[in-house]
T-cell receptor, first 114, second 114 residues
Framework: EAGVTQFPSHSVIEKGQTVTLRCDPISGHDNLYWYRRVMGKEIKFLLHFVKESKQDESGMPNNRFLAERTGGTYSTLKVQPAELEDSGVYFC????????????FGPGTRLTVL | DQQVKQNSPSLSVQEGRISILNCDYTNSMFDYFLWYKKYPAEGPTFLISISSIKDKNEDGRFTVFLNKSAKHLSLHIVPSQPGDSAVYFCAASAAGAGSYQLTFGKGTKLSVIP
């Protein structure tokens, strides 16, 4: 069974540009989560989808970040326009159910904004 | 304000001995706790979890202990093996309150010396 996959693995962009990250969850997992780890800090929650609906987006830092999950399968996270402080590793995770269930993480996308 | 704290940034243990990783939390709404293991350039890998209705959960060489009154949990690895060398993250959620996001500690880097 394939795990959570993320694309690209690395992205280097200049301040002001747009970047779109993609996550493919484990097949059959209705729950999809985005997290971010900024250098030297802990992994922080961004948002949670149940199928195509946003269940919790309390961690989204500002309106430069837009997450979508059309059709309830893969998800995209767009940053527009990117700022220097957006640099970090963006992780996607998925789980079968929401409650009392482990989340399986992808390898992450390392974003560098210059 | 960190709600999940891992106060030891690093730990070195001899191969074959016990590794004990500690985690403290402050949010009394947390009722589900997980440990993840992370190698460089990879996403966190789920290890073991425990719900707040239990005080111990065991899976092979890994045992998690939960002390609710002290708001403390620990991960025991016995016996430790060189392949266990990685960063270990403690995470928590308030699933019973409908919040499924994971709150992470900063991690403890475990080095198992052959």
């Amino acid at each position: 069974e394939a795990g959570v996959t993320q694309f690209p693995s690395h992205s280097v962009i200049e301040k002001g540009q747009t970047v779109t990250l993609r996550c493919d969850p484990i097949s059959g997992h209705d729950n999809l989560y985005w997290y971010r780890r900024v250098m030297g800090k802990e992994i922080k929650f961004l948002l949670h989808f149940v199928k195509e609906s946003k269940q919790d987006e309390s961690g989204m830092p500002n309106n430069r970040f837009l997450a979508e999950r059309t059709g309830g399968t893969y998800s995209t996270l767009k940053v527009q326009p990117a700022e220097l402080e957006d640099s970090g590793v963006y992780f996607c995770a998925s789980s079968l159910t929401s409650s009392y269930n482990e989340q399986f993480f992808g390898p992450g996308t390392r974003l560098t904004v210059l | 304000d960190q709600q999940v704290k891992q106060n030891s940034p690093s730990l070195s243990v001899q191969e074959g001995r016990i590794s004990i990783l500690n985690c403290d939390y402050t949010n009394s709404m947390f009722d589900y706790f997980l440990w993840y293991k992370k190698y460089p350039a990879e996403g966190p890998t789920f290890l073991i979890s425990i719900s707040s209705i239990k005080d111990k959960n065991e899976d092979g060489r890994f045992t998690v202990f939960l002390n609710k009154s002290a708001k403390h949990l620990s991960l025991h690895i016995v016996p430790s093996q060189p392949g266990d060398s990685a960063v270990y993250f403690c995470a928590a959620s308030a699933a019973g309150a409908g919040s499924y996001q994971l709150t992470f500690g900063k991690g403890t880097k475990l080095s198992v010396i052959p």
